[in-house]
């Protein structure tokens, strides 16, 4: 059901959305978008349209590394 989709606790997706709010820019002006799911047990499954210049991996290895 969420082939293709990054699991992400609440910790995780906060992460993730504090990097896409820093790097809004470069994604608008790529047309880069996510989807984002949710169900009850508190996680995110989160899935970039578009990985030709990000991929989902990318973006939390740069969070890893403190590339915020």
Do not use: P
Not at 4 to 10: D, E
Not at 25 to 43: C, F, G, P, S, T
Not at 53 to 61: A, C, G, K, M, S
Request: a negative charge; proline letters at 0%; hydrophobic letters at 30%.
């Amino acid at each position: 059901m969420y082939e293709g989709y990054k699991k992400l606790n609440k910790d995780e997706y906060r992460e993730f959305e504090s990097w896409i709010q820093n790097n809004n820019q470069e994604l608008y002006e790529n047309k880069i978008a996510y989807e984002v799911r949710w169900k009850e047990d508190e996680y995110y499954y989160v899935k970039l349209c578009d990985e030709t210049i990000y991929t989902i991996n990318d973006i939390l290895l740069d969070i890893h590394q403190g590339l915020v």
